[in-house]
Protein backbone atom coordinates (compact mmCIF):
# COMPACT_ATOMS: atom_id res chain seq x y z
CA UNK A 1 0.00 0.00 0.00
CA UNK A 2 1.28 3.65 -0.91
CA UNK A 3 2.40 5.84 1.86
CA UNK A 4 0.59 8.16 1.79
CA UNK A 5 -2.61 5.76 1.41
CA UNK A 6 -2.52 5.28 5.62
CA UNK A 7 -0.78 8.39 7.00
CA UNK A 8 -2.71 11.48 7.99
CA UNK A 9 -2.50 14.84 5.51
CA UNK A 10 0.06 16.33 7.81
CA UNK A 11 2.71 13.70 8.15
CA UNK A 12 2.24 12.95 4.29
CA UNK A 13 6.19 12.74 3.46
CA UNK A 14 5.32 11.88 -0.78
CA UNK A 15 4.20 14.45 -3.52
CA UNK A 16 2.16 12.28 -4.95
CA UNK A 17 -1.37 13.47 -6.26
CA UNK A 18 -3.44 12.43 -3.14
CA UNK A 19 -0.81 13.41 -0.98
CA UNK A 20 -0.79 17.47 -2.86
CA UNK A 21 -4.79 17.36 -2.03
CA UNK A 22 -4.83 16.48 1.54
CA UNK A 23 -2.64 19.34 2.26
CA UNK A 24 -4.78 21.95 0.02
CA UNK A 25 -7.59 20.58 2.02
CA UNK A 26 -6.31 21.53 4.99
CA UNK A 27 -4.74 24.44 4.34
CA UNK A 28 -8.06 25.39 2.64
CA UNK A 29 -9.62 24.24 6.02
CA UNK A 30 -7.28 26.38 8.27
CA UNK A 31 -7.89 29.79 5.81
CA UNK A 32 -11.84 29.00 5.67
CA UNK A 33 -11.19 28.57 9.67
CA UNK A 34 -9.09 32.13 10.08
CA UNK A 35 -11.36 34.21 7.79
CA UNK A 36 -14.98 33.09 9.22
CA UNK A 37 -13.26 33.61 12.66
CA UNK A 38 -11.49 36.68 12.15
CA UNK A 39 -15.23 38.05 10.31
CA UNK A 40 -16.80 36.74 13.50
CA UNK A 41 -14.33 38.76 15.47
CA UNK A 42 -14.83 42.05 13.61
CA UNK A 43 -18.85 41.43 13.92
CA UNK A 44 -18.64 40.89 17.37
CA UNK A 45 -16.79 43.93 18.33
CA UNK A 46 -18.24 46.41 15.88
CA UNK A 47 -22.06 45.57 16.45
CA UNK A 48 -21.28 44.88 20.54
CA UNK A 49 -18.33 47.65 21.56
CA UNK A 50 -20.97 50.24 21.42
CA UNK A 51 -23.14 48.45 23.68
CA UNK A 52 -22.08 45.63 25.65
CA UNK A 53 -25.81 44.27 25.84
CA UNK A 54 -25.97 43.29 22.72
CA UNK A 55 -23.73 40.50 24.17
CA UNK A 56 -26.86 38.57 25.05
CA UNK A 57 -27.81 38.35 21.56
CA UNK A 58 -28.03 35.14 19.68
CA UNK A 59 -25.98 36.38 16.67
CA UNK A 60 -23.50 38.10 18.93
CA UNK A 61 -23.35 34.65 20.87
CA UNK A 62 -22.71 32.71 17.86
CA UNK A 63 -20.38 35.25 16.83
CA UNK A 64 -18.29 35.01 19.62
CA UNK A 65 -18.67 31.23 19.56
CA UNK A 66 -16.69 31.69 15.92
CA UNK A 67 -14.17 34.23 17.38
CA UNK A 68 -12.92 31.86 20.51
CA UNK A 69 -12.49 28.56 18.20
CA UNK A 70 -10.52 30.75 16.00
CA UNK A 71 -8.61 32.66 18.20
CA UNK A 72 -9.12 31.67 22.06
CA UNK A 73 -8.38 27.74 21.70
CA UNK A 74 -5.52 27.80 19.71
CA UNK A 75 -4.09 30.71 21.79
CA UNK A 76 -5.04 28.40 25.25
CA UNK A 77 -3.49 25.62 23.53
CA UNK A 78 0.12 27.63 22.78
CA UNK A 79 0.18 29.18 26.06
CA UNK A 80 -0.54 25.41 28.16
CA UNK A 81 2.20 23.73 25.73
CA UNK A 82 4.64 25.86 25.45
CA UNK A 83 4.01 27.74 28.99
CA UNK A 84 7.64 27.39 30.13
CA UNK A 85 8.66 29.03 26.83
CA UNK A 86 5.96 32.03 26.72
CA UNK A 87 6.78 32.89 30.61
CA UNK A 88 10.43 33.36 29.54
CA UNK A 89 10.12 34.95 26.82
CA UNK A 90 8.04 38.09 28.73
CA UNK A 91 10.55 38.64 31.60
CA UNK A 92 12.58 40.35 28.39
CA UNK A 93 12.35 43.61 27.09
CA UNK A 94 11.13 42.51 23.73
CA UNK A 95 8.65 40.28 25.27
CA UNK A 96 7.20 43.03 27.31
CA UNK A 97 7.37 45.61 24.62
CA UNK A 98 5.13 42.91 22.29
CA UNK A 99 2.66 42.46 25.67
CA UNK A 100 2.35 46.23 25.70
CA UNK A 101 1.99 46.74 21.91
CA UNK A 102 -0.58 43.97 21.68
CA UNK A 103 -2.46 45.67 24.81
CA UNK A 104 -2.43 49.03 23.26
CA UNK A 105 -4.08 47.80 19.85
CA UNK A 106 -6.39 45.57 21.86
CA UNK A 107 -7.56 48.79 23.20
CA UNK A 108 -7.57 50.77 20.30
CA UNK A 109 -9.67 48.37 18.58
CA UNK A 110 -12.29 48.41 21.52
CA UNK A 111 -12.16 52.56 21.45
CA UNK A 112 -12.70 52.80 17.57
CA UNK A 113 -15.55 50.37 17.88
CA UNK A 114 -16.97 52.55 20.52
CA UNK A 115 -16.37 55.56 18.57
CA UNK A 116 -20.14 57.09 16.93
CA UNK A 117 -19.43 59.95 15.09
CA UNK A 118 -23.06 60.18 14.38
CA UNK A 119 -25.63 62.31 16.44
CA UNK A 120 -22.86 65.16 18.79
CA UNK A 121 -26.28 66.91 19.21
CA UNK A 122 -28.44 66.54 21.88
CA UNK A 123 -31.51 63.99 21.25
CA UNK A 124 -34.74 65.59 21.01
CA UNK A 125 -37.99 64.14 22.72
CA UNK A 126 -40.64 63.64 20.03
CA UNK A 127 -43.37 67.14 20.34
CA UNK A 128 -45.44 66.53 23.23
CA UNK A 129 -48.81 66.15 22.41
CA UNK A 130 -48.00 65.25 19.00
CA UNK A 131 -50.15 62.29 17.57
CA UNK A 132 -50.06 61.78 13.72
CA UNK A 133 -53.11 59.89 12.40
CA UNK A 134 -52.70 56.32 10.77
CA UNK A 135 -55.28 54.83 8.52
CA UNK A 136 -55.30 51.10 8.46
CA UNK A 137 -57.61 48.85 5.97
CA UNK A 138 -57.79 45.10 6.77
CA UNK A 139 -59.37 42.61 4.49
CA UNK A 140 -58.51 44.92 1.79
CA UNK A 141 -60.72 44.22 -1.13
CA UNK A 142 -58.74 42.92 -3.73
CA UNK A 143 -59.03 43.72 -8.29
CA UNK A 144 -62.07 45.36 -9.58
CA UNK A 145 -61.76 46.26 -13.21
CA UNK A 146 -58.87 48.99 -13.86
CA UNK A 147 -58.79 49.60 -9.72
CA UNK A 148 -58.00 48.09 -6.17
CA UNK A 149 -60.46 48.02 -3.88
CA UNK A 150 -58.62 48.77 -1.00
CA UNK A 151 -57.02 51.66 -1.84
CA UNK A 152 -60.13 53.07 -2.53
CA UNK A 153 -61.23 51.89 0.85
CA UNK A 154 -58.25 53.56 2.26
CA UNK A 155 -58.75 56.96 0.29
CA UNK A 156 -62.71 57.10 1.80
CA UNK A 157 -61.41 56.13 5.42
CA UNK A 158 -58.97 59.22 5.05
CA UNK A 159 -61.51 61.35 3.63
CA UNK A 160 -63.82 60.75 5.96
CA UNK A 161 -61.72 61.76 8.60
CA UNK A 162 -60.64 65.43 6.96
CA UNK A 163 -57.49 63.96 5.23
CA UNK A 164 -58.70 64.64 1.11
CA UNK A 165 -56.86 62.90 -1.31
CA UNK A 166 -57.92 65.32 -4.45
CA UNK A 167 -57.26 69.34 -4.01
CA UNK A 168 -60.49 70.94 -5.39
CA UNK A 169 -62.92 73.86 -4.52
CA UNK A 170 -65.86 71.71 -4.51
CA UNK A 171 -65.97 69.34 -0.87
CA UNK A 172 -67.02 66.01 -1.45
CA UNK A 173 -66.28 62.97 0.22
CA UNK A 174 -62.75 62.73 -1.08
CA UNK A 175 -61.96 66.43 -1.98
CA UNK A 176 -61.74 69.74 -0.98
CA UNK A 177 -59.86 72.97 -0.55
CA UNK A 178 -56.79 70.97 1.31
CA UNK A 179 -56.48 67.97 -0.68
CA UNK A 180 -52.85 66.87 -1.52
CA UNK A 181 -53.52 66.25 -5.29
CA UNK A 182 -54.16 69.13 -8.27
CA UNK A 183 -55.36 68.65 -11.30
CA UNK A 184 -52.44 70.06 -13.02
CA UNK A 185 -50.06 68.74 -10.50
CA UNK A 186 -47.05 65.91 -11.47
CA UNK A 187 -47.67 63.41 -8.88
CA UNK A 188 -44.24 60.92 -8.43
CA UNK A 189 -45.09 57.32 -7.07
CA UNK A 190 -41.36 55.96 -5.39
CA UNK A 191 -42.10 52.21 -5.30
CA UNK A 192 -40.00 49.18 -4.12
CA UNK A 193 -38.29 47.42 -7.58
CA UNK A 194 -35.01 46.45 -6.36
CA UNK A 195 -35.96 43.20 -5.87
CA UNK A 196 -38.44 40.76 -8.00
CA UNK A 197 -41.16 38.32 -6.73
CA UNK A 198 -42.94 39.58 -3.26
CA UNK A 199 -39.67 41.94 -2.67
CA UNK A 200 -41.53 44.75 -4.80
CA UNK A 201 -44.38 46.95 -4.86
CA UNK A 202 -47.97 45.25 -5.20
CA UNK A 203 -48.73 46.60 -8.91
CA UNK A 204 -52.26 45.71 -8.02
CA UNK A 205 -51.70 48.41 -5.14
CA UNK A 206 -49.97 50.67 -7.62
CA UNK A 207 -52.95 50.66 -10.41
CA UNK A 208 -55.68 51.20 -7.90
CA UNK A 209 -53.19 54.56 -6.64
CA UNK A 210 -53.16 55.62 -10.25
CA UNK A 211 -56.57 55.50 -10.72
CA UNK A 212 -57.56 57.29 -7.85
CA UNK A 213 -54.92 59.83 -9.00
CA UNK A 214 -56.80 60.36 -12.17
CA UNK A 215 -60.17 60.11 -11.02
CA UNK A 216 -59.87 63.85 -10.19
CA UNK A 217 -63.24 65.87 -10.11
CA UNK A 218 -61.99 68.82 -12.41
CA UNK A 219 -60.57 66.21 -14.52
CA UNK A 220 -56.77 65.41 -14.31
CA UNK A 221 -54.52 67.26 -16.64
CA UNK A 222 -51.04 66.39 -14.95
CA UNK A 223 -48.67 63.59 -14.94
CA UNK A 224 -47.59 60.40 -13.16
CA UNK A 225 -44.50 59.35 -13.22
CA UNK A 226 -42.98 55.94 -11.24
CA UNK A 227 -39.43 56.09 -9.75
CA UNK A 228 -37.37 53.89 -8.16
CA UNK A 229 -33.18 53.61 -8.03
CA UNK A 230 -32.76 49.63 -7.65
CA UNK A 231 -28.97 50.02 -7.05
CA UNK A 232 -26.83 47.52 -7.62
CA UNK A 233 -30.21 45.46 -9.48
CA UNK A 234 -30.97 46.01 -13.18
CA UNK A 235 -34.29 47.54 -13.16
CA UNK A 236 -34.83 45.88 -16.59
CA UNK A 237 -37.51 48.62 -17.66
CA UNK A 238 -39.50 47.76 -14.83
CA UNK A 239 -40.62 44.83 -16.65
CA UNK A 240 -39.50 41.60 -14.62
CA UNK A 241 -41.67 38.60 -15.27
CA UNK A 242 -41.95 37.58 -11.57
CA UNK A 243 -44.13 40.67 -9.64
CA UNK A 244 -45.75 41.08 -7.07
CA UNK A 245 -49.31 40.71 -8.12
CA UNK A 246 -52.09 38.26 -7.91
CA UNK A 247 -50.67 37.68 -11.74
CA UNK A 248 -47.26 37.76 -11.59
CA UNK A 249 -46.47 38.61 -15.16
CA UNK A 250 -48.56 42.53 -14.55
CA UNK A 251 -45.35 44.32 -14.02
CA UNK A 252 -45.20 48.01 -12.92
CA UNK A 253 -44.02 48.92 -16.70
CA UNK A 254 -47.70 47.07 -17.86
CA UNK A 255 -49.45 49.24 -15.24
CA UNK A 256 -47.91 52.19 -16.77
CA UNK A 257 -48.80 51.10 -20.02
CA UNK A 258 -52.22 50.37 -19.77
CA UNK A 259 -52.91 53.97 -18.66
CA UNK A 260 -50.90 55.35 -21.24
CA UNK A 261 -53.07 53.38 -24.01
CA UNK A 262 -56.45 55.26 -21.77
CA UNK A 263 -54.64 58.80 -22.96
CA UNK A 264 -53.29 60.02 -19.56
CA UNK A 265 -49.81 61.37 -19.14
CA UNK A 266 -48.39 58.31 -17.33
CA UNK A 267 -44.43 57.31 -17.42
CA UNK A 268 -41.75 55.39 -15.42
CA UNK A 269 -38.12 56.48 -14.78
CA UNK A 270 -35.17 55.11 -13.77
CA UNK A 271 -33.32 56.53 -11.72
CA UNK A 272 -30.41 53.76 -11.19
CA UNK A 273 -29.39 54.76 -14.52
CA UNK A 274 -28.46 57.88 -13.54
CA UNK A 275 -26.93 56.91 -10.14
CA UNK A 276 -23.07 57.37 -11.54
CA UNK A 277 -23.63 60.85 -12.25
CA UNK A 278 -23.04 64.04 -11.00
CA UNK A 279 -25.18 66.96 -11.63
CA UNK A 280 -25.87 70.79 -10.80
CA UNK A 281 -29.36 72.09 -10.67
CA UNK A 282 -31.41 73.98 -13.09
CA UNK A 283 -31.16 76.98 -11.61
CA UNK A 284 -27.58 76.92 -11.94
CA UNK A 285 -27.19 76.34 -15.93
CA UNK A 286 -27.54 72.33 -15.73
CA UNK A 287 -30.34 70.59 -17.68
CA UNK A 288 -28.38 67.17 -17.82
CA UNK A 289 -30.16 64.24 -15.43
CA UNK A 290 -28.57 62.95 -12.04
CA UNK A 291 -27.85 63.36 -8.79
CA UNK A 292 -27.10 66.56 -6.61
CA UNK A 293 -24.91 65.94 -3.92
CA UNK A 294 -24.23 68.00 -1.01
CA UNK A 295 -20.45 68.58 -1.03
CA UNK A 296 -20.25 68.10 2.74
CA UNK A 297 -21.59 65.29 5.09
CA UNK A 298 -24.35 65.78 7.34
CA UNK A 299 -22.91 66.83 10.98
CA UNK A 300 -24.59 64.28 12.85
CA UNK A 301 -25.59 61.50 10.86
CA UNK A 302 -22.30 61.68 8.17
CA UNK A 303 -24.25 61.18 5.33
CA UNK A 304 -23.75 63.57 1.93
CA UNK A 305 -27.69 63.90 0.97
CA UNK A 306 -28.34 63.70 -2.37
CA UNK A 307 -31.20 63.31 -4.42
CA UNK A 308 -32.40 63.27 -7.99
CA UNK A 309 -32.95 65.35 -10.95
CA UNK A 310 -34.56 64.22 -14.26
CA UNK A 311 -36.41 65.11 -17.24
CA UNK A 312 -39.97 62.85 -17.84
CA UNK A 313 -40.80 61.36 -21.64
CA UNK A 314 -43.26 64.84 -21.38
CA UNK A 315 -40.24 66.98 -21.10
CA UNK A 316 -41.34 67.59 -17.55
CA UNK A 317 -38.42 69.08 -15.51
CA UNK A 318 -38.20 67.45 -11.72
CA UNK A 319 -36.20 68.38 -8.90
CA UNK A 320 -36.75 66.32 -6.47
CA UNK A 321 -35.60 68.75 -3.81
CA UNK A 322 -37.07 71.91 -5.79
CA UNK A 323 -40.15 70.64 -7.38
CA UNK A 324 -41.21 71.34 -11.04
CA UNK A 325 -38.60 73.34 -13.26
CA UNK A 326 -39.71 75.91 -15.64
CA UNK A 327 -37.09 77.92 -17.89
CA UNK A 328 -39.67 80.47 -18.48
CA UNK A 329 -39.80 83.20 -17.87
CA UNK A 330 -35.64 83.77 -17.49
CA UNK A 331 -34.19 83.15 -15.68
CA UNK A 332 -36.50 80.25 -14.82
CA UNK A 333 -38.81 79.02 -11.19
CA UNK A 334 -39.22 75.78 -8.93
CA UNK A 335 -42.96 75.25 -7.94
CA UNK A 336 -42.01 72.81 -5.21
CA UNK A 337 -45.91 72.33 -4.73
CA UNK A 338 -46.62 71.12 -7.96
CA UNK A 339 -44.68 68.14 -7.16
CA UNK A 340 -46.65 65.37 -5.16
CA UNK A 341 -44.48 62.40 -3.48
CA UNK A 342 -46.01 59.61 -3.16
CA UNK A 343 -44.44 56.50 -1.57
CA UNK A 344 -45.66 53.06 -1.51
CA UNK A 345 -42.84 50.61 -0.05
CA UNK A 346 -43.77 46.84 0.98
CA UNK A 347 -43.33 45.64 4.11
CA UNK A 348 -40.63 43.37 4.79
CA UNK A 349 -37.54 42.15 7.24
CA UNK A 350 -34.05 43.15 6.45
CA UNK A 351 -30.98 41.59 6.75
CA UNK A 352 -29.36 44.48 8.15
CA UNK A 353 -31.90 47.02 9.57
CA UNK A 354 -34.20 44.54 10.93
CA UNK A 355 -37.23 45.69 9.20
CA UNK A 356 -37.32 47.81 5.83
CA UNK A 357 -40.93 50.07 5.04
CA UNK A 358 -41.49 53.97 5.19
CA UNK A 359 -37.83 55.07 5.91
CA UNK A 360 -35.72 53.04 4.56
CA UNK A 361 -37.76 52.92 1.27
CA UNK A 362 -36.01 56.70 0.97
CA UNK A 363 -32.45 54.10 -0.14
CA UNK A 364 -34.02 54.20 -3.26
CA UNK A 365 -34.17 57.52 -3.87
CA UNK A 366 -30.70 58.96 -3.02
CA UNK A 367 -28.05 57.42 -4.58
CA UNK A 368 -25.36 55.14 -2.62
CA UNK A 369 -22.70 56.01 -5.18
CA UNK A 370 -20.69 59.25 -5.40
CA UNK A 371 -18.94 58.57 -1.84
CA UNK A 372 -22.22 60.07 -0.04
CA UNK A 373 -22.33 57.24 2.49
CA UNK A 374 -25.73 56.93 1.89
CA UNK A 375 -26.33 52.79 2.78
CA UNK A 376 -23.56 53.10 5.69
CA UNK A 377 -25.59 55.64 7.26
CA UNK A 378 -28.75 54.77 7.63
CA UNK A 379 -28.45 53.38 10.94
CA UNK A 380 -26.98 56.94 11.88
CA UNK A 381 -30.06 58.41 10.63
CA UNK A 382 -29.23 58.78 7.42
CA UNK A 383 -32.28 58.99 5.46
CA UNK A 384 -33.84 60.64 8.41
CA UNK A 385 -30.84 64.27 7.36
CA UNK A 386 -32.10 63.60 3.64
CA UNK A 387 -36.20 63.45 4.78
CA UNK A 388 -35.25 66.74 6.94
CA UNK A 389 -33.33 68.57 3.97
CA UNK A 390 -34.87 67.43 0.72
CA UNK A 391 -38.63 66.34 0.95
CA UNK A 392 -41.08 64.96 3.21
CA UNK A 393 -43.25 62.47 1.06
CA UNK A 394 -47.01 63.97 0.93
CA UNK A 395 -48.43 60.69 1.92
CA UNK A 396 -46.72 57.12 2.67
CA UNK A 397 -49.12 53.58 1.73
CA UNK A 398 -47.49 50.77 3.74
CA UNK A 399 -48.15 47.79 1.05
CA UNK A 400 -49.08 44.84 3.59
CA UNK A 401 -51.27 43.19 0.97
CA UNK A 402 -48.25 40.55 1.49
CA UNK A 403 -45.32 40.51 3.78
CA UNK A 404 -42.41 39.06 4.81
CA UNK A 405 -42.26 38.52 8.33
CA UNK A 406 -38.92 36.56 9.49
CA UNK A 407 -37.26 36.41 13.33
CA UNK A 408 -33.45 37.52 13.32
CA UNK A 409 -30.63 36.81 11.71
CA UNK A 410 -33.31 37.14 8.43
CA UNK A 411 -33.55 36.60 4.43
CA UNK A 412 -34.88 40.22 3.62
CA UNK A 413 -35.02 42.65 1.46
CA UNK A 414 -35.46 40.25 -1.07
CA UNK A 415 -39.03 37.86 -0.42
CA UNK A 416 -39.20 34.65 -3.00
CA UNK A 417 -42.83 33.61 -3.17
CA UNK A 418 -42.96 30.99 -0.76
CA UNK A 419 -41.20 33.10 1.89
CA UNK A 420 -44.06 35.93 2.08
CA UNK A 421 -47.14 35.93 4.32
CA UNK A 422 -50.46 37.36 2.69
CA UNK A 423 -51.95 40.28 5.03
CA UNK A 424 -54.43 41.93 3.13
CA UNK A 425 -53.60 44.82 4.85
CA UNK A 426 -53.17 48.66 3.94
CA UNK A 427 -51.82 51.43 6.38
CA UNK A 428 -51.12 55.18 5.58
CA UNK A 429 -49.61 58.51 7.27
CA UNK A 430 -47.93 61.22 6.42
CA UNK A 431 -45.46 60.53 9.09
CA UNK A 432 -43.07 57.94 7.86
CA UNK A 433 -41.36 56.96 11.22
CA UNK A 434 -44.73 56.73 13.32
CA UNK A 435 -45.94 54.40 10.56
CA UNK A 436 -43.27 51.74 10.71
CA UNK A 437 -43.23 52.22 14.41
CA UNK A 438 -46.76 51.01 14.68
CA UNK A 439 -46.68 48.91 11.72
CA UNK A 440 -44.24 46.86 13.01
CA UNK A 441 -45.27 46.50 16.47
CA UNK A 442 -49.08 45.32 15.44
CA UNK A 443 -48.35 43.54 12.11
CA UNK A 444 -44.88 42.37 11.40
CA UNK A 445 -44.00 41.09 14.78
CA UNK A 446 -47.73 39.14 15.17
CA UNK A 447 -46.90 37.74 11.67
CA UNK A 448 -42.93 36.75 12.49
CA UNK A 449 -45.04 35.10 16.10
CA UNK A 450 -47.30 33.09 13.74
CA UNK A 451 -44.39 32.25 11.55
CA UNK A 452 -43.31 29.97 14.48
CA UNK A 453 -40.73 32.46 15.51
CA UNK A 454 -39.71 32.17 19.35
CA UNK A 455 -38.67 36.25 20.61
CA UNK A 456 -35.34 35.50 20.99
CA UNK A 457 -35.36 35.37 16.77
CA UNK A 458 -37.28 39.07 16.59
CA UNK A 459 -35.28 40.74 19.44
CA UNK A 460 -33.64 42.85 16.73
CA UNK A 461 -36.56 44.10 15.00
CA UNK A 462 -39.19 44.61 18.07
CA UNK A 463 -40.02 48.01 18.54
CA UNK A 464 -40.41 47.58 22.25
CA UNK A 465 -36.16 47.31 21.83
CA UNK A 466 -34.30 50.25 22.03
CA UNK A 467 -31.09 48.52 21.32
CA UNK A 468 -32.05 47.16 18.70
CA UNK A 469 -31.43 46.60 14.79
CA UNK A 470 -34.57 48.46 13.57
CA UNK A 471 -35.04 50.94 16.86
CA UNK A 472 -31.26 52.27 16.01
CA UNK A 473 -31.75 53.50 12.70
CA UNK A 474 -35.51 54.35 13.31
CA UNK A 475 -34.65 56.49 16.49
CA UNK A 476 -31.67 58.17 14.70
CA UNK A 477 -33.92 59.04 11.60
CA UNK A 478 -36.65 60.30 14.19
CA UNK A 479 -33.76 62.69 15.55
CA UNK A 480 -32.52 64.00 12.14
CA UNK A 481 -36.22 64.74 11.20
CA UNK A 482 -36.97 66.77 14.77
CA UNK A 483 -33.45 68.59 14.39
CA UNK A 484 -34.83 69.86 10.76
CA UNK A 485 -37.94 70.75 12.43
CA UNK A 486 -40.29 67.89 11.12
CA UNK A 487 -42.29 66.73 13.82
CA UNK A 488 -42.77 62.65 14.19
CA UNK A 489 -42.64 60.10 16.72
CA UNK A 490 -41.51 56.73 17.48
CA UNK A 491 -43.93 56.33 20.25
CA UNK A 492 -46.67 53.63 18.45
CA UNK A 493 -48.79 54.53 21.65
CA UNK A 494 -48.83 58.01 20.15
CA UNK A 495 -50.98 57.49 16.97
CA UNK A 496 -54.18 58.04 16.29
CA UNK A 497 -55.62 55.36 14.51
CA UNK A 498 -58.32 55.35 12.12
CA UNK A 499 -59.51 51.65 11.30
CA UNK A 500 -61.61 51.11 8.20
CA UNK A 501 -64.62 49.64 9.72
CA UNK A 502 -68.59 49.57 9.71
CA UNK A 503 -69.14 50.73 6.22
CA UNK A 504 -70.62 47.95 5.16
CA UNK A 505 -71.81 48.95 2.15
CA UNK A 506 -68.26 51.21 1.34
CA UNK A 507 -70.64 54.78 0.67
CA UNK A 508 -68.36 56.75 3.14
CA UNK A 509 -70.55 56.88 6.00
CA UNK A 510 -72.14 55.03 8.97
CA UNK A 511 -75.94 54.97 8.88
CA UNK A 512 -78.69 52.56 9.59
CA UNK A 513 -77.87 50.32 7.04
CA UNK A 514 -74.74 49.79 8.34
CA UNK A 515 -75.99 49.38 12.11
CA UNK A 516 -78.72 46.47 10.75
CA UNK A 517 -75.79 44.54 9.52
CA UNK A 518 -74.17 45.24 12.32
CA UNK A 519 -76.34 44.19 14.79
CA UNK A 520 -76.89 40.64 13.01
CA UNK A 521 -73.24 40.30 13.44
CA UNK A 522 -72.43 40.89 17.24
CA UNK A 523 -71.11 37.88 19.30
CA UNK A 524 -70.47 39.11 22.76
CA UNK A 525 -66.65 38.98 24.81
CA UNK A 526 -64.81 35.69 24.00
CA UNK A 527 -66.43 34.71 21.08
CA UNK A 528 -64.93 34.91 17.62
CA UNK A 529 -66.53 36.99 14.84
CA UNK A 530 -68.41 35.31 12.33
CA UNK A 531 -67.23 34.82 8.62
CA UNK A 532 -67.62 38.30 6.79
CA UNK A 533 -68.68 40.43 10.14
CA UNK A 534 -64.76 41.66 10.38
CA UNK A 535 -65.69 44.81 8.64
CA UNK A 536 -67.70 45.80 11.92
CA UNK A 537 -64.27 45.06 14.15
CA UNK A 538 -62.67 48.54 15.31
CA UNK A 539 -60.81 47.63 17.98
CA UNK A 540 -59.17 44.46 16.12
CA UNK A 541 -59.40 41.95 18.57
CA UNK A 542 -61.20 39.09 16.40
CA UNK A 543 -65.12 40.05 18.63
CA UNK A 544 -67.06 41.61 18.27
CA UNK A 545 -68.51 43.33 21.64
CA UNK A 546 -69.78 46.53 23.47
CA UNK A 547 -66.53 48.38 23.13
CA UNK A 548 -67.42 47.84 19.33
CA UNK A 549 -70.73 48.94 19.78
CA UNK A 550 -69.70 52.22 21.36
CA UNK A 551 -67.10 52.27 18.73
CA UNK A 552 -69.89 52.41 16.17
CA UNK A 553 -71.84 55.29 17.81
CA UNK A 554 -68.74 57.39 17.49
CA UNK A 555 -68.16 56.95 14.13
CA UNK A 556 -71.93 57.62 13.10
CA UNK A 557 -72.72 59.83 10.78
CA UNK A 558 -75.98 59.16 9.33
CA UNK A 559 -76.61 58.75 5.34
CA UNK A 560 -75.17 61.04 3.05
Given at each position: MPLES???PSQCMTDGPRCRKSRWVGLWIRACTLISGTLALMWLVLRSGTKPSRLAYPCQQAAMGAAVATFGVPAIVAIVTFRTSVMARLRTLRGQVT?????????????????Q??????????????????????????????????VDDLITLMGVHGFKWHRAESVGLTSGPDGIINADDVVLIKINYQWDARGGTNTDVLRGVIRRVIEHPDTFTGEVVVCENSQFN?????????????E?????????ASFQKQGYQISHYSWTDIRWDSVGEYSAGDTTDGYVVNSTPDPQSGIRVSYPKFTTDAGTHISYKYGV????????????????????????THVGYGITASVKNHMGVVTKELSTNSHSRIRDGGLGSFL??????????????????????NEGPG?????????????????PVALDVWATKYIMISQIIENGYSSSAYIEQHPDNPNGNFREYLDNTMNEMLLGGIDTTNDYTAVKLYVWAGDVDRDGDLDLGDFAEFEACITGPDEPTELGCDVFDFNVDDTLDLTDVAAFQVSFTGSG
Open positions: HQHLATLSAAGLALIAFASFPAFDAERLAPPEGYRPEVFLVNDARGIEPGRFGGPIDGFDRTENNAEIVNSPHDVVWSPTPTPGTYDADKLVVINIPVFKAEVRMPDLNILDCIWIHAEGWPSPYGWASRRDQLVASID
